[in-house]
Antibody, heavy 120, light 107 residues
Framework: EVQLVQSGAEVKKPGESLTISCQGSGYSFPNYWIAWVRQMSGKGLEWMGS????????KYSPSFQGQVTISADKSLNTAYLQWTSLKASDTAMYYC?????????????WGQGTLVSVSS | DIQLTQSPSFLSASVGDRVTITCRAS??????LAWYQQKPGKAPKLLIYAASTLQGGVPSRFSGSGSGTEFILTISSLQPEDFATYYCQQLNSYPWTFGQGTKVEIQ
């Protein structure tokens, strides 16, 4: 069974650093893109970027380029989303999803989400 | 960037109703479009990909159509468990983008 399990909720202060994780199981983790998606409270879905764990090829949305870093450790079947200096505006739910492609891409499995709260 | 505009943003419907949601792309995306359902407090769930292909396990009352710039998600007979927010997503080109969502509520 394919599963993506994300790390737990985080409460941080502005300026702090943070890394959240997404561990895949039940499939060949290195061979599928992992996407990160932001959802601010009461708002829609925003694609942040994606990584191919097999070779760490990474794509970022221009909206998030330079604001976050996406990485992966294929030996641990885990992808990461990292901030070096959080802002209050980073408060949101963050989802990881597997981007499956057999000709047509789609996000077929999702993690349960990680809630990040940033407040002084 | 390719913009996706869903209409309506909100709709009120009754159990048994036929519901249609439109997603318009700012430029042609062939059929590289997916639809997701999200219930409160839950992760999104894939319903349809390649504009019209039903994801495994999704009830057949859901269907998708369209190509190019206009796409439609249809629920043929709305069920109580279908009350949720629906999003379209284009995967034709980076950056991948989502529509703003359509919230389906009980009338």
């Amino acid at each position: 069974e394919v599963q993506l399990v994300q790390s737990g909720a985080e409460v941080k202060k502005p300026g702090e650093s943070l890394t959240i994780s997404c561990q895949g199981s039940g499939y060949s983790f290195p061979n599928y893109w992992i996407a990160w998606v932001r959802q601010m409270s009461g708002k829609g879905l925003e694609w942040m970027g994606s990584i191919y764990p097999g070779d760490s090829d990474t794509k970022y949305s221009p909206s998030f380029q330079g604001q976050v870093t996406i990485s992966a450790d294929k030996s641990l079947n885990t992808a990461y989303l990292q901030w070096t200096s959080l802002k209050a505006s980073d408060t949101a739910m963050y989802y990881c999803a597997r981007a499956y492609s057999a000709k047509y891409l789609r996000f077929d499995y999702w993690g349960q989400g990680t809630l990040v709260s940033v407040s002084s | 960037d390719i913009q996706l505009t869903q209409s309506p943003s909100f709709l009120s419907a009754s159990v048994g109703d036929r519901v249609t949601i439109t997603c318009r792309a700012s430029q042609g995306i062939s059929n590289y479009l997916a639809w997701y359902q999200q219930k409160p407090g839950k992760a999104p769930k894939l319903l349809i990909y390649a504009a019209s292909t039903l994801q495994g396990g999704v009830p057949s009352r859901f269907s998708g159509s369209g190509s190019g710039t206009e796409f439609i998600l249809t629920i043929s007979s709305l069920q109580p468990e279908d009350f949720a927010t629906y999003y379209c997503q284009q995967l034709n080109s980076y950056p991948w983008t989502f529509g703003q969502g359509t919230k389906v509520e009980i009338q």
